[in-house]
């Protein structure tokens, strides 16, 4: 028979694996991005921070597209994290069993929809309305944009929020109404907080989706290499990292390969420190919440 000190050794090691596995997989992506990416570094330098992107002129600046890149992640969590947070708590706490047996699977079947087809309606439906209503120059724009990859996160929010306000004990509210809380108070005071942490959770993820998303982006956007004018135009077209190497790879040779390669670079940055300052707000929040600050 093997110990239970053994046992538990094991358990700890097996995870301890995976988790530096994890750790080995990420560090190789980025040495990977980073060998076919050096010689464009080598070669421009800081031109490839530029604001100009001309292949004719040897000009290859990726500013546009890193400023598309969270101008569209940021304006889609806009959209998305107000939206999913109030249908989770109509799920999780209003709304009866059997509405919510019905709302949950069918706002979680919006996540199995191809992107494609979200930038298909996008770009002929959404795009023409915003065009229409707006008189804006062209269908495209960084609005429609947003909202579309809004709508893309919205089924990841709202169930993993969903998830971690039912998970909240029970006992905790009951406390809250008995001691004359009404039942927006409760969810404002008890439930929110103590399921802060799944919640942030929830909006990483929908960042993820928001900031990785290539096809219906580059079917909205209009895959222009510019800066919006001014730099906070919703209404403008522009460009983003995922949408630029989708758009560029297919045809581009020689040094625009070890460019687009340098764009994953970035993105693979950009996401790094979203993430990072995500954690360091989720870890603040949980902590306001708990009293500990």
Known sequence: MVSRRVKDKLVHLTFFGIAALSVVIISFIFIFLF??????????????LGSEWNVS??????????????????????????LGLGAAIYLSEIAPERVRM?????????????????????????????????????????????LVLGIMALPIIVSMSDDAMKAVPKDLKDASLALGATRWQTIRKVTIPA?????TSAVIMGMGRAIGETMAVMLIIGSV??????FFNVFDTGNTLTALIAVQMG???????????????????IVAVMSVISDILQTRTTEKFEGKR
């Open 195 to 199: 399921a802060i942490s799944g919640i």
């Open 35 to 48: 060998i076919r990416a050096y010689p464009a570094i080598d070669t421009f330098g800081t031109g490839l």
């Open 251 to 269: 045809e581009s040779h020689g040094i625009i390969i070890n460019v687009l390669f340098t764009a994953g670079i970035m993105l693979f940055t």
């Open 225 to 230: 290499m510019k800066m919006p004018v001014p």
């Open 102 to 146: 019905i709302l949950k699977p069918l706002i979680e079947l919006l996540a199995g929809i191809p992107s494609i087809v979200y930038g298909f309606i996008g770009a002929i439906l959404l795009g023409r309305y915003l065009y229409d209503t707006f008189g804006m120059r062209g269908v495209n724009s960084f609005l429609a944009a947003m």
């Open 57 to 82: 002129r040897n000009k290859f600046g990726l500013l546009p597209a890193m400023y598309g890149s969270v101008f569209v992640a940021v304006g889609a969590l806009a959209v998305a994290v107000p």
